[in-house]
């Protein structure tokens, strides 16, 4: 079972999630997500799907409900009448996972099985062309994962009411972004940390980020990274008009409440992974906590390899580690000048 | 008892320290821990020790072994023969306590009272003149802890064998640091997380900090704010020659090593908590890992005040921490320009 | 005269405005520009009106045409024909100097004398309180001048037309922001320096500033502080999608251009020195240059004070810098912790 | 002549530069200098020496005065008696230059014209292999300088006055640096701008650079990058402990003083350009100026390219800066995550 190499790193009791896990293997279900219809990902959902079929009888496939859903899939749609998933792949960019996350902002995320199409991001451990061993690694019980933490929001209007019905919170998986958007004049948002004041930011806005999220828009704001298995919630001003607004880490048990000033003189556009949702007025307000259901992702080392090649590497055996070397690679991480430059300037 | 209204906001499973803090109330024998030794110092020991003889008679109390232990106190002295501490009391600057700390560093510490002079610090919870109040607290158990985590560090020599006898592992409270001191070259460290090669770093040094400490040095380099009662490590570069260099935060769980190039063109000194200890010379290494043994600090909090007059701050019975209010007030974290300069700079 | 006491700190030939300042002394008419009509300012404006008229007589006063213009003030209208006006005096904040700079976009500015009306800004040299010592260090040719650079913007479509008539360009004495406002998609702009291809940023937008305008958004973006008679242009990200994209300071005499990215999944809107003006869609471009006509503002040392006095605080006759005392009043520059703290946190 | 071709990028007024390369053209007198002494310098030594000789007969061919002077090379001293020098040749790193301009710490410095032997730098335009064609440049009056800015910095005890002899004042090219060392404790600084006090820096230490040291320590240390033709000073501090001590620059015209506090726990070293010169003990003080003998560095520009390849790459004649292309080529400015990601990741 996917369960049965499960390591958490994280140092959150693992054990809801792990059961959870356990229940799933094999898959049963699978469900498909992607956001572009380009010709390669067109043929490669193609592939994936005959491989499945002929590879994993019996296991039923799901798409979302769009006009031109691949052959051989079913039609999946969220909610509370949802079909069990038990898998669920994408392909794309990081923005995918974000989407695919989305579709379960009611309970628990199945395990994400990610494929890029090329373009590399963070959040995509597997190339497409490794697929067939992506989902060996699944279905023989050898995948590990990570659980990516999710932050819940609620919103409060100004009489301090909460909007939209009960149990309808929206999660993310990278951040919740409020900014003045295309207002003139600087925001003022007043910070609560588990109810007591901690300050008021006078800025274009703040960030509340998820470690997963702390390589994404937190990271360009001046935030620290932070490993997606530490528990904790990042908070970091945008343009603040302040010298000494540093980004600060909480411990996931406390809850962070934005609200806008009564005197602000901008509305503050919300973004959650991206996504534009509410405006919050003067006196609105939205609470951030930590989300009892995190996104389960597949790690690129569940694709054993060698053991004598990853010690190569200087890992020991099960100490592999796809951030460390994601902030490696794709970053290039602390390249100094001296040998970037050589990378690209020396002559022969 | 101290335990009773221990409240552990850490995510740590607190259940070991918790049952030492069980074992201490009420306290039996006190250390009373300073640096120095001025004349407010020595009158508020003298007072403090006799309140203490008269209000909780029986208790032992010790001082270090200094020329000019106080009247009424018995020579304590660290080490595996020590003789039991269940509380330590320090009057003084941050510095103080991170002494205090020191002599605790083969086991676990008992729970830390802690007195500033006037000059207020991030460690010190309370002022001197509340000493009464503080200390009735712990011996009536209603006092409440932060565990403040410590940092174990062990060094190696470039064949890979350990320095110094066994057991003999440094810990600190705040951070340790490289750096290249008085030589005008610049330091190359490898990084190693967990046994995997993180990065290179050409810099004048690196820190690894705890959340304590990410007020203090780590701060300065520009590290984040990150609260005390997470479990996390936080390794920021001093002055790197590299413009992509961030912050990065681990979980507590990580270990990280930091080995000086076989080519660095220069040693690096090592501080911890500020006190110079090794020199670091090319293939030598410091391995840095979560201690088992934190510091318990004794919160401001615990000296109750009226449970509306804490609601008035908009903060619910049992939700105050200290660390919302010290980076509010001793940072004045991110006034705006406006407001800083109308405090100082108005006419009338 | 005014220019009598012009000591330029710029490095800049000063020749030019030197003559320009000369012309103007004694002053025959004089600009008062208001954005609010609050009750206070009414009243500042006509005492200021009362004292004019009675002090200086035969000095003709205007105002901007507004549905309530002060008694005794003619009606002046901006652009071509325009009266010729010798002082500008400004009351309010620091957006109204550069609200009453944008007046004067098609050539040069008169001295601007700007009072603020209590709160505090980093262009007001004085308080409203001290009007009359202001007018009669004008009058008297006691005044000192800082000459503010300028920038100037002109904008080009895709196929390289300029948008706008010839001479139409604008001119900001903070800075010109691109920004995605609330766009979800990140910016791509390419950045060129006298026609260079600098690089390209994908970010939420980019600022170009003055060392005038290198206290205000700039700062908040992370861009450094530069003296304001430094001539110099502050190139700054805003949240970038890089780690390695540091603030840039080039001479005044390099041309900026920031061309939208013909892939950019979002347009920019433009705001100069706060007001939003234009859109630039994928292909459109800006190109930024100090402006001929920079902005003569009368220096807060123009009221000489006491010279013992001055000297006490430990700057010789004719060296007090206001910016100075800006940076180190305003912004609490670098108070350290533990000062910060005892002003506001010590018992007694 | 150098002259010729001298188009000045600086503000500040380039007459007397100008004069004094004139009187050098075409140069007389040569002085190499290195501070390596490995096989690929001794050689590529050897070879220009025979080149200069064959192809420059009279030019008389200096080396500093050391046991292994190249053959054919006279020795050379520095001091006031020092032999004219008329054009400087450099094979080396970074380091090689700010020697060679130490070199000339009393007066005027000689044109420089800089190769590195591989390892690429910021002051380093030329490849070792391009010695025919940048000799050339310089003899055919072809070469278009940079003059890089110094800071003289002159130094006092306690009671203000002046150490060493008069007119021995210490010039730098990158930057003067002051930091505690290898003390544990933090240095106070008291900083002075013209006289005035600008702020007490609690730090590790502190920096003041000219604009090509801006790419130097003072880029690890936080601060802006500065065009090389800008007459600037850039004041960074190490470490500080306070969250608003932000990069200041200053226009060239001021001075920067830096006193070590009286009750500074710790003194501070001084490194200027790297080497470690003084000690500075509470009280002691340092005073930075403009230097009036900037570095006239040869630009990589003088070896004409194609006009049309130079074109190609957008820049107009006459506008190439190797500046631009240096901050794009050799810090791979602002490369996104993603782009860089694909240069070292991308499978196939
Ligand atoms: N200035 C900035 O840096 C901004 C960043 N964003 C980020 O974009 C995210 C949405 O992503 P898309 O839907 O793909 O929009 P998008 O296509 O506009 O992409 C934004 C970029 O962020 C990357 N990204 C997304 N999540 C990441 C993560 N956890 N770690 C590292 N990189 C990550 C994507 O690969 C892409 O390069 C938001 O959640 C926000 O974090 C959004 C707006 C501005
Ligand atoms: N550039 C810098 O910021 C440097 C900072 N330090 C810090 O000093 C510490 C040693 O402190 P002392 O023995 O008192 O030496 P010290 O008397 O030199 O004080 C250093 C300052 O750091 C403060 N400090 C200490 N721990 C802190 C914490 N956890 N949070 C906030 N502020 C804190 C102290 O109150 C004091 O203001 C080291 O552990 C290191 O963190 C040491 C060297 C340089
Ligand atoms: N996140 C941020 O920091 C933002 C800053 N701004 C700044 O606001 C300016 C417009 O100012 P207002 O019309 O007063 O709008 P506003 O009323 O929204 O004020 C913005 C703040 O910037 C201050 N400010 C303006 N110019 C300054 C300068 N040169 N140095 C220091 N502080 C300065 C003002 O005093 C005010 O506190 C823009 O030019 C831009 O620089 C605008 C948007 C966002
Ligand atoms: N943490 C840091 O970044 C430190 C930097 N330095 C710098 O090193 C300089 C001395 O250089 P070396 O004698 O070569 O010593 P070094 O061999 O220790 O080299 C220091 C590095 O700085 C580079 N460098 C020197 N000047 C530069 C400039 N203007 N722009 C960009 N990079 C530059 C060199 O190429 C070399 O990579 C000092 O002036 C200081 O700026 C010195 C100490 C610490």
Not at 43 to 58: F, N
Not at 99 to 112: D, K, R
Not at 179 to 204: C, K, M, W, Y
Not at 283 to 289: A, E, F, L, N, W
């Amino acid at each position: 079972s996917i369960s049965h190499h499960y390591r958490p790193i994280s140092s959150a009791p693992p054990s809801a999630t792990q059961a959870q896990h356990e229940a799933l293997c094999p898959p049963q279900s699978i469900l498909i997500v992607n956001k572009l219809r380009t010709e390669p990902v067109i043929q490669a959902i193609d592939e994936l799907l005959g491989h499945v079929k002929k590879t994993y009888p019996g296991v039923k496939v799901f798409s979302e409900d769009r006009p031109d859903i691949p052959d051989g899939a079913e039609v999946w749609r969220p909610g509370p009448q949802a079909e069990k998933i038990d898998l669920v792949v994408t392909l794309g960019g990081d923005g995918t996972i974000l989407h695919a996350a989305s579709l379960f902002s009611l309970g628990a995320v199945p395990p994400v099985l990610s494929f890029s199409m090329g373009t590399l991001g963070f959040l995509l451990p597997f190339h497409i062309d490794d697929f067939v061993k992506g989902l060996e690694a699944v279905f023989h019980g050898k995948a590990t994962i990570l659980d990516r933490m999710r932050l819940s929001c609620t919103y409060y209007d100004k009489e301090g009411r909460k909007v939209g019905a009960d149990g309808n919170e929206w999660q993310v998986m990278n951040e919740i972004a409020l900014h003045r958007g295309s207002s003139p004049h600087l925001n003022t948002i007043d910070i609560f940390v588990d109810g007591q004041h901690l300050t008021e930011a006078v800025s274009d806005g703040v960030i509340v980020s998820t470690p997963t999220g702390s390589t994404a828009y937190s990271l360009s704001a001046g935030g620290p990274i932070v490993h997606p298995s530490l528990s904790a919630v990042v908070l970091v001003p945008i343009c603040p008009r302040s010298l000494s607004f540093r980004p600060l880490v909480f411990p996931s048990s406390s809850s962070v409440t934005l609200r806008i000033g009564d005197r602000s003189r901008a509305a503050a556009g919300v973004s959650m992974d991206g996504r534009v949702s509410h405006v919050l007025n003067p006196g609105d307000s939205v609470t951030v906590q930590a989300s009892p259901y995190p996104v389960p992702c597949i790690n690129r080392s569940s694709i054993s390899e060698d053991e004598t090649e990853r010690q190569g590497e200087g890992v020991g055996p099960g100490k592999e580690d796809d951030w460390v070397r994601d902030i490696n690679n794709l970053l290039q991480y602390n390249a100094t000048f001296r040998s970037k430059a050589l990378l690209r300037y020396s002559r022969t």
